[in-house]
């Protein structure tokens, strides 16, 4: 039994983490929404689920290990869209992560330090796209609260169990 829930929270955490950047690219690059440097950077947790996910299936040995890297990765999400939905909301102020020109052209340290001066990006408190009146950042808040609140309580489950 242990197994079988093993493998298939890990296929539900890949088949999330797919779908989410399947949708943020989806609506950045058919309906058109340019994505803001923190909408990039909160993708960056569900890659590496991905990446443990796959490891998880292929590596026996690591399997706890791995479980830990998946729930530290949705925590570090957590921090990224609960940051974003501050700065939406006005309870932060925007940082230099938010005002450097363009996270993915990968400039050069000279180009970095002139987009500083004068950075065009695209601000990461304006929300364009919404689903039932919730902004990305707060869906992704929601959907990485719930996965690592699962993976914990699974994890704790398990270490209680041996």
């Not at 450097?100 to 340290?109: F, R, W, Y």
């Not at 919404?130 to 707060?138: D, E, R, V």
Request: glycine share 4%; aromatic share 20%; with cysteine.
């Amino acid at each position: 039994m242990y197994k079988f829930l093993n493998n298939n929270l890990i296929a539900v955490f890949f088949s999330v983490s797919i779908l989410v950047l399947f949708s943020a690219f989806f609506i950045e690059y058919v309906l058109g929404y340019e994505a803001c440097n923190l909408c990039l950077l909160g993708r960056l947790p569900y890659f590496f689920i991905i990446l443990f996910s796959l490891f998880f299936f292929f590596m026996k040995k690591f399997k706890k290990i791995i479980l830990t890297l998946i729930f530290m990765s949705f925590v570090s999400s957590i921090f990224i869209s609960f940051y974003h939905y501050g700065i939406e909301q006005g309870f932060f102020n925007e940082t230099l992560v938010c005002q450097i020109k363009a996270l993915n052209q990968g400039l050069t340290p000279g180009e970095l330090l002139q987009g500083f001066e004068n950075s065009k990006s695209k601000s990461c408190k304006d929300v364009n796209f919404k689903i039932f009146g919730l902004s990305l950042a707060t869906i992704n808040l929601f959907i990485s609260l719930i996965l690592s609140i699962i993976t914990l309580k699974y994890i704790l489950k398990n270490e209680k169990n041996k």
